[in-house]
């Protein structure tokens, strides 16, 4: 028997479909293990060694896979091909080595681009080594994140009260969005004027042309900045005869995109669909781990954490093939697409994302997924086709027109443009970040150098210029990109940590910071300028890759980067509170303090007039005071007028077609939420509460009266026929069959879930391990039977740590054991190390006599009160 090991139970499944009998696939669920949340995990005085903690959830898990190991000829560790499924095989592999669950079986590592019967099987025929460059490569990246969220976060804390903690890479990608927002605030719009000309040929054909030029002199879009200028240049046009000076065609191609990378789908996913970078990967995993059709399993994409644009020689051929079949040769380039990535990053060895199998359209595929999936499966197909088409072809034209007016001389320009062949345009075109006016895709009609055009109208517009845009999630993650800040598998999670530590928040597909996340940026930019520094995480993310490549020793990193940190640490140690305000104050003066009419100076006081406003620190976090406290007490939110009385009030959605009540929503004291109606005098009136990341503003009529309809039925279980229902709880959004409860994914909506994802969820629910005891003390790990004195010793996690007791008799376990690793025999050691010192187990009052007057709380009544005792540090 072979043993295979793979992260999830829809992948083990697939799997072992494809290996047959001789095979067991076992699922770990993910990484089994990691730096417990505490100090000390990571010791730089100990050449940075690492105390790694098994998941609890995972034990069971790894206990079963140590027992197939025990029976089995060979180990197979088939995770994911990047560095991630790397750090998994690894830690699977060392658990099982403690566990002595190896003898001479051989172990092997195989890897596969796509869950496909032929990928797997060649895979298994070309296994390897467990690739320790990229395990160095994981464990140099979760060694400084560990050291630097373990040695910020606290300095926050205590400077900064009310912050919840900084990291390596989410610091840096919170820099970029308040560093838009501080752009925003110091914007100052400036005014401008474009004149516009309709005109038309002498075939009555019109067009518009724009003001260039005037006297010999050009001009650009910002030159006209007052209505005067404006209004001379419209009356000179208006009275002016119109001449083509020239017209130039010019031929032009524009190439197809390379296939996606995971950054350009998350980007182009947010922009056509809406989605969320963390939905994007949840819908793309679920595409890569397979679906059933036909009675069989199957990947429908290749793996989708990648930087790579290659694709496959076979995949190329074939998409080709099918290129020339249902668009027509003249669709078919010469010569198959090659794509090259200018990334440096290890990973960019993979594939480009693209479908298993191309004859595989969208529109089938959407028979048998979910919407959603198959919205992402359609962009996929699209793409990796589109980038092996044919170029389009156009023509884009710029006609020169002089009009004469008197002695003046005004130069304007119209520009069109005209598809020729569309080739690649007629399956795909990439969408933008921003709405872009494009004036060359307009078509110009025909004219000829020397006609005379007749003037239809001279229009001026005002405009302002804009400030620009705040980062959508798209955004951010190619801004991200361009930047060299964060890898592929880490994008998604950042934002979500973002989102979820309420640093930002998502407003109409835009991100904000809130006030906490600016001031912990501002702490970072004033303190540890050097490690918000783009340029520096960006050569840190190089370093790695070169830990990644075999090129850097992943400890000598750890230690230049240790060496700088921790001074640069000590040096803020012993600033006061005060003197870290006043950097804030001067570094968030536009958003905190800004510009007022009443006076000159925007930090006076204006309840007393003689203090000045300063940013203080509270116990729920930071404000706005006087700073002639306690004479003056005013104080204020962050920014002026936030949360005032208007933000409480009821917006109204729109009426329930049903009952004809009105739908709000309204803020309370636990955050948003919807409410129908206002009740009847002795009946509350029905309310729900607006999803996590939902913002009130992006609430509408539909989705407001889904969530107040809730719970709903999904469909029926295809087993057992019971109803598979939908709601929301206490602990957030879930599906429910049975006395099953499984709580719903980030990326599935509780009102659009249907029944196949309902299924799959309460299905991986009942093989998850119970998450432990709610109540009560941890009962612990029993190891074993005392060989001297009998009695079960057993290993528990303790209010100070872990430890094992035997017979009352306590014991903390050294730094690098934990309750899940420690043996019986060296349990032992540590008990009767303890006994030794003096230590006595605990003893039992004798039986009191019922005659005997107690208290009630089992004491003397005439007895003095026991002492309370501390635990002893052992435990």
């Given at each position: 028997m072979k043993i295979v090991v793979v992260e999830s139970p829809a992948k083990a499944k697939t799997i072992n479909k494809y290996l047959g009998p001789g095979y067991e696939v076992l699922a770990s669920f993910g990484h089994v293990r990691d730096l417990p949340a505490k100090d000390g995990s990571v010791d730089p005085d100990a050449n940075f060694r690492m105390i790694w903690e098994v998941d609890a959830k995972a034990q069971k898990r790894l206990n079963d896979i140590a027992r197939a190991v025990q029976n089995a000829d060979k180990l197979i560790l088939a995770t994911d091909p990047d560095r991630e499924g790397e750090a998994i095989s690894w830690h699977v592999l060392e658990v099982l080595k403690e566990k002595n669950a190896l003898k001479d079986q051989l172990v092997e590592r195989v890897v596969f681009n796509a869950i496909t019967k032929q990928a797997v099987t060649d895979a298994m025929k070309h296994p390897r080594d467990i690739d320790s460059?990229?395990?160095?490569?994981?464990?140099?990246?979760?060694?400084?994140?560990?050291?630097?969220?373990?040695?910020l976060s606290p300095v926050l804390w205590r400077k900064l009260p009310g912050a919840r903690s900084a990291?390596?890479?989410?610091?840096?990608?919170?820099?970029?969005?308040?560093?838009?927002?501080?752009?925003?605030?110091k914007f100052v719009a400036r005014e401008y004027w474009s004149l516009l000309a309709t005109l038309a040929t002498p075939r009555s054909d019109t067009f518009e042309a724009r003001l260039v030029g005037a006297d010999g002199r050009k001009i650009q879009r910002l030159d006209i900045g007052s209505g005067k200028e404006a209004e001379d240049f419209k009356r000179a046009l208006e009275a002016a005869t119109f001449t083509v000076d020239s017209v130039e065609a010019k031929p032009a191609r524009r190439n197809p995109p390379p296939p996606f990378t995971t950054s350009t789908m998350q980007q182009e996913a947010s922009r056509k669909h809406g989605f969320a970078p963390a939905h994007t990967m949840r819908l793309a995993q679920r595409l890569y781990e397979g679906i059933d059709i036909d009675g069989e399993t199957v990947g429908l994409i290749t793996y989708m954490r990648t930087d790579g644009v290659d694709m496959d020689a076979e995949a190329v051929t074939a998409i080709r093939r099918m290129i020339g079949s249902n668009y027509g040769a003249e669709y078919v380039p010469e010569a198959p697409r090659r794509y090259q990535t200018k990334s440096k990053n290890a990973q960019e060895a993979h594939e480009?994302?693209?479908?298993?199998?191309?004859?595989?359209?969208?529109?089938d595929v959407a028979r048998v997924v979910e919407p959603d999936q198959a919205k992402l499966y359609e962009l996929i197909w699209n793409r990796a086709v589109a980038c092996q088409m044919q170029s389009a072809e156009l023509e884009r034209t710029t006609v020169d027109i002089v009009a004469m007016a008197d002695a003046r001389t005004i130069n304007l320009r119209a520009t069109g443009q005209v598809v020729k062949f569309d080739g690649f345009l007629t399956l795909y075109q990439e969408g933008h970040d921003e709405d872009e006016e494009d004036e060359e895709s307009r078509r110009l009609p025909s004219m000829s150098a020397g006609e005379n055009l007749t003037?239809?109208?001279i229009a001026a517009n005002q405009h302002f210029t804009e400030p620009p845009p705040r980062f959508s999630e798209a955004a951010l993650v190619k801004r991200m990109e361009e930047l060299g800040i964060g890898r592929p598998s880490t994008y998604a999670s950042i934002l979500a940590v973002l989102k979820?530590?309420?640093?930002?928040?998502?407003?109409?597909?835009?991100?904000?910071?809130?006030?906490?996340?600016?001031?912990?940026?501002?702490?970072?930019?004033?303190?540890?300028?050097?490690?918000?520094?783009?340029?520096?995480?960006?050569g840190l993310e190089e370093q790695l890759d070169r830990v990644s490549n075999n090129e850097l020793f992943w400890q000598d990193l750890l230690r230049d980067f240790w060496k700088d940190f921790t001074a640069a640490v000590a040096e803020i140690k012993d600033l006061r509170i005060t003197q870290v305000?006043?950097?804030?104050?001067?570094?968030?003066?536009?958003?905190?303090?800004?510009?007022?009419?009443?006076?000159?100076?925007?930090?006076?006081c204006p309840s007393c007039s003689e203090g000045r406003l300063s940013l203080k620190v509270g116990k729920f976090g930071a404000f706005i005071g006087c700073s002639r406290y306690p004479e003056c007490r005013f104080t204020r939110q962050l920014t002026p007028g936030e949360n005032g009385g208007a933000d409480n009030a009821a917006r109204p959605l729109g009426r329930d077609p049903e009952t004809g009540l009105e739908v709000t929503v309204r803020s309370g004291r636990f955050g948003p939420y919807l409410q129908l109606g206002e009740g009847a005098k002795d009946e509350k009136p029905k309310r729900a509460s607006?999803?996590?990341?939902?913002?009130?503003?992006?609430?509408?009529?539909?989705?407001?009266?889904?969530?107040?309809?809730?719970?709903?039925?999904?469909?029926?279980?295809?087993?057992?026929?019971?109803?598979?229902?939908?709601?929301?709880?206490?602990f957030g959004p879930y599906v429910q069959h049975g006395k099953t409860y499984a709580n719903l994914e980030e990326g599935d909506d509780v009102l659009n879930i249907g029944l196949n994802r309902a299924v799959t969820l309460i299905a991986e629910k009942k093989l998850k391990p119970s998450s432990g005891r709610r109540f009560g003390a941890d009962p612990g790990r029993t190891l074993g039977e005392h060989p001297d004195r009998g009695g079960p010793v057993v290993a528990k996690k303790g209010r100070y740590g872990p430890y094992v007791s035997h017979e009352g008799i306590n014991a903390t376990l050294p730094s690098d054991k934990t309750p899940e690793g420690v043996t019986l025999d060296e349990a032992v050691a540590l008990i009767d190390a303890r006994v030794a010192a003096g230590a006595t187990g605990k003893r039992r009052a004798p039986a009191r006599k019922k005659s005997q007057k107690t208290n009630g709380r089992g004491q003397d009544a005439e007895a003095p009160k026991p002492a309370r005792r501390k635990r002893k540090a052992a435990e």
């Open positions: 460059a990229l395990v160095d490569a994981y464990l140099a990246r979760r060694a400084l994140d560990y050291l630097v969220g373990f040695t990291g390596r890479v989410q610091s840096v990608a919170l820099r970029l969005v308040c560093d838009r927002e501080l752009e925003i605030e480009a994302i693209r479908p298993t199998d191309t004859t595989r359209s969208p529109r003037k239809k109208e979820d530590r309420g640093y930002v928040r998502l407003d109409k597909k835009r991100l904000i910071p809130e006030d906490k996340g600016r001031i912990v940026v501002a702490f970072l930019e004033s303190f540890f300028q050097k490690y918000v520094e783009y340029d520096f995480t960006a305000l006043d950097a804030l104050n001067d570094l968030l003066a536009p958003h905190i303090f800004p510009p007022r009419a009443d006076v000159a100076d925007a930090r006076q607006l999803p996590k990341g939902v913002a009130p503003d992006d609430m509408d009529l539909d989705r407001a009266l889904g969530l107040l309809r809730l719970p709903r039925q999904v469909g029926r279980h295809p087993e057992s026929g019971e109803p598979i229902m939908a709601g929301v709880g206490r």
